[in-house]
C-alpha cells in the first residue's frame, strides 16, 4: 500500500513478545494476616488471588531488561538491532537517569535511542502508539517498547483499599517497520487531568521533595480514591477501545482479543458489556498478577499470544486507564506466528541478566517491613545485598561486563 505522493506506507508490526514475573507469590491469605480483609472480600471485588513480589535483588529495570530480551529473543534479532527503547513504568529505579537507560546496557545495546514513558498504568499503551508513530515517520526499524513496575515497593501495607491491589513484573513487545499491511492500526489517547489526585503519590517530587516529615505522614506510598477510579476506568476504557476500533475500520464484533488493563474483573466485565461482547473476548490474567500497572498490558498479551488465544489475522485491542486520568488503546491486526514466544523464557534468564549498580554506593534493603517475613529476609539493615543475583554483578564496577 502506498501514501498519497506513493511511497510505501511503514507500518509497525508487532514481531516480538515477552514477559516476566518474578518468583515470589503473595497470596490474598498472606494479607489476610496484614491487614483487616479476606480473601472473599478481594476476590468477589476485585478477581484477584495472589500478586507477585520481586525479590530484593530485583528492580524495575532488571525485571524490564528480562522482559525485553525475552521479546527481543521471540522477534529473532539481535539487542543491537533495536533502534529505540520506551519504557513504561511508574516505579522508576532511580528518578534519574531513566530506567530505559539502564535496561540498554543491560541487554547489551549500543545505538538506541532509549527513554522513559510516564503515563502510570496507560504508559505501556502510551508507548507502544509512541513506537508507532515513530515507525511511521521514518524514525525507527524495530523499537522495544517495554511496561516494567515494581508497586510493592511503593505500598501501605497498613491501607487495605490498597495494598490488596497492586503486584511486579514486566512486558515488552518489539514493533517493528514493514511495509506489509496490519500492525498496529487506529490509536486513541485521553488524559483527564481532573482526575490528578484520585491516584497519586504525593511526596518524593518537587511540590514536596523527601523529608522525615512526609515518610511519617506515609506521603511516599500510593493513594487511591477507589471508587471514583473505578466509575472512570468503566467509562472510559469503554469508550477508548471503542474509538481506537472505528479508527481502524473495525466494529467491536470484529475483534477476535481484548487484552484490558488487568485491574479489576468487574471493571473488565462491565468493559464487555457496555461493548456488547462476550468476556471470553476478555483475556484475563489478574487472578495470578493483580494490578501491574504500566506492565500489565504486555504480561497479559506475551500470555495471550503464548497461550494460543492469538492466531495471524487476529484483530486484537489492548486498552488502558490509569492515574492522570489517562487512558490509550491500540488495535492490532496480528501478524506474527504465535509460536515464536513460547521458547523466550528458556532462552532468556533471569540470573543471567544484570544491570551494572554505581561504584561506592549501598542501597538499603528495598524490601517494606511488612513484606520481611514473606522474602524471608531480615529487616531493614543486615541484608547481604552484595551477594545476590539477578541484576547484580558480584563487585560493583564502571565497567562491569553486560551480557551479549
Ligand atoms: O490501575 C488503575 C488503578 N486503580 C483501579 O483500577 C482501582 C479501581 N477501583 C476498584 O477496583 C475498586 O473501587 C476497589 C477494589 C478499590 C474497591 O472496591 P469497591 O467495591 O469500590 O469498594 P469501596 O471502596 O466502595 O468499599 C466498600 C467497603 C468499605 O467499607 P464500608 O465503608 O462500606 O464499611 C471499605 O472500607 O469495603 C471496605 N474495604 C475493604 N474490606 C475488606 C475496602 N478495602 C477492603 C479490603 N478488605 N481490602
New binding site residues.
Given amino acids: 500500500m502506498n501514501d498519497a505522493s506513493g511511497r510505501p506506507i511503514r507500518r509497525a508490526h508487532v514481531t516480538g513478545w515477552g514477559r516476566y514475573a518474578p518468583a515470589q507469590v503473595l497470596t490474598n491469605a498472606d494479607l489476610e494476616k496484614m491487614?483487616?480483609?479476606?480473601d472473599e472480600?478481594?476476590r468477589t471485588?476485585?478477581g484477584i488471588r495472589e500478586r507477585r513480589v520481586a525479590a530484593a535483588n530485583e528492580t524495575t529495570a532488571s525485571m524490564g531488561a528480562v522482559a525485553g530480551l525475552r521479546a527481543i529473543h521471540t522477534a529473532g534479532i539481535a539487542p543491537d538491532d533495536i533502534d529505540l527503547i520506551l519504557l513504561a513504568t511508574l516505579t522508576p529505579d532511580y528518578w534519574m537517569p531513566s530506567t530505559a537507560a539502564l535496561v540498554k546496557e543491560a541487554i547489551g545495546n549500543t545505538r538506541a535511542t532509549a527513554f522513559d514513558v510516564m503515563a502510570a498504568?496507560s504508559g505501556f499503551v502510551y508507548g507502544f502508539a509512541t513506537a508507532q508513530a515513530y515507525i511511521q515517520a521514518g524514525l525507527a526499524k524495530h523499537v522495544l517498547v517495554v511496561g516494567s513496575e515494581l508497586l510493592t515497593r511503593f505500598l501501605d501495607y497498613t491501607d487495605?483499599?490498597t495494598c490488596?491491589?497492586f503486584g511486579d513484573g514486566a512486558g515488552a513487545v518489539v514493533l517493528s517497520a514493514s511495509d506489509e499491511p496490519g500492525g498496529a492500526l487506529g490509536v486513541e489517547m485521553t488524559t483527564e487531568p481532573q482526575g490528578a489526585y484520585m491516584?497519586w503519590l504525593p511526596a518524593g517530587g518537587s511540590k514536596s521533595p523527601p523529608s522525615a516529615e512526609t515518610i511519617a505522614r506515609g506521603e511516599h506510598y500510593v493513594r487511591?480514591e477507589?471508587?471514583q477510579?473505578?466509575r472512570f476506568?468503566t467509562k472510559t476504557m469503554a469508550t477508548t477501545a471503542l474509538e481506537s476500533i472505528r479508527r481502524s475500520g473495525l466494529e467491536p464484533a470484529d475483534i477476535d482479543l481484548f487484552i484490558p488493563?488487568q485491574?479489576?474483573i468487574r471493571?473488565i466485565e462491565a468493559v464487555a458489556k457496555g461493548l456488547d461482547l462476550p468476556m471470553d473476548k476478555m483475556f484475563i490474567n489478574l487472578d495470578r498478577y493483580g494490578?501491574t500497572?504500566a506492565a500489565s498490558v504486555p504480561i497479559a498479551l506475551a500470555e495471550a499470544v503464548n497461550e494460543g488465544r492469538v492466531e495471524i489475522g487476529d484483530n486484537v485491542t489492548i486498552v488502558a486507564?490509569?492515574a492522570g486520568f489517562t487512558s490509550g488503546a491500540v488495535t492490532i491486526e496480528w501478524t506474527a506466528d504465535p509460536a515464536r514466544g513460547r521458547s523466550a523464557d528458556d532462552a532468556v534468564r533471569p540470573e543471567d541478566v544484570r544491570v551494572r549498580l554505581p561504584v561506592d554506593w549501598d542501597s538499603v534493603d528495598p524490601i517494606p517491613d511488612a513484606l520481611a517475613d514473606l522474602m524471608g529476609q531480615p529487616g531493614p539493615v543486615d541484608v547481604p545485598l552484595d551477594d545476590v543475583a539477578p541484576g547484580e554483578p558480584e563487585h560493583a564496577h564502571p565497567h562491569a561486563e553486560v551480557p551479549a
Avoid at 35 to 38: L, M, Q
Fill in positions: 491487614v483487616d480483609t479476606s472480600w478481594i471485588r476485585t498504568c487495605r483499599s490488596i491491589l491516584i487511591m477507589g471508587n477510579t473505578y476506568a488493563h485491574a479489576n471493571i494490578n500497572s486507564f490509569g
